[in-house]
């Protein structure tokens, strides 16, 4: 909890050198989406990927996939240093990873400009290493994009939705908007985890909930 925390670990992205290792093992999981049936792991032909960190990734990631245009959606580790972690190695702020999901998406249904407005108003993006209670660099706000115009459009919602955060008394974004790296599964249990256990924690909220 928030108030209580004293670990100033837990609040830096270690350097390569300092992360922990990890390992070549992947993750188990099961093939299919719990909610669509359709690949975890694709390949999906012609469909467009992005990933989002926007705290803890169970609740987050129901945002996204009762979404039109959406064909899959896993919850996963990124934008860190430590080979295949698992959750207690991502919690420990040893890792440098973001708890994030990954929205495989087909352009021709879906613009990325919704997918974003999904990003910019369920969470609060001015928080830092934290998000609502969830604290430690797991829970940063992050866009991670595979394609320039992703990059260019993210950083242009950045802006507006700056000015309306300014005008409702909100600070800076803190959110990254950086490129892609590799994405690790994380495990089985935490896939459509709200899916699986429908009155399970989520701490999602943006800053204009409720008007």
């Known amino acids: 909890m928030f108030a209580g925390f004293t670990d100033p670990n ?34 999906w032909p012609a469909m467009a990927e992005i990933s989002f960190g926007m705290g803890c990734f169970w609740g987050a990631e129901r945002k996204f996939w ?5 064909v899959s959606t896993a919850v996963g580790y990124a934008a860190g240093h430590t080979k295949h972690p698992n959750y207690e190695e991502v919690c ?14 087909d352009p021709k249904i879906l613009a990325f400009e919704s997918l974003l407005s999904i990003f910019w108003e369920n969470h609060n993006p001015t928080q830092g290493m934290r ?7 797991q829970y940063r706000s992050g866009i991670y994009w595979s ?37 690790y599964f994380a495990e089985e249990h935490h896939q459509q985890y709200l899916h699986k256990n429908p009155g399970g924690y989520c701490g999602l909220g943006g800053c ?4």
């Open 131 to 137: 998000q609502g209670n969830d604290v430690g660099t």
């Open 10 to 43: 837990k609040l830096t992205i270690p350097s390569k050198n300092e992360a922990l290792t990890g390992r070549d093992t992947p993750m188990s999981i099961h093939k299919s989406h719990a909610v669509f049936g359709t690949p975890l792991q694709g390949p």
């Open 92 to 105: 420990s702020g040893r890792t440098g990873h973001n708890e994030v999901v990954r929205v495989i998406y």
């Open 66 to 70: 009762v979404c039109k245009g959406v």
């Open 208 to 211: 204009f909930s409720g008007q």
């Open 147 to 183: 394609t320039p115009d992703q990059e260019s459009i993210s950083k242009s919602t950045n802006i507006q939705f700056q000015s309306r955060l300014t005008a409702g008394g909100f600070g800076g974004i803190t959110t990254e908007i950086i490129q892609a790296t590799t994405f």
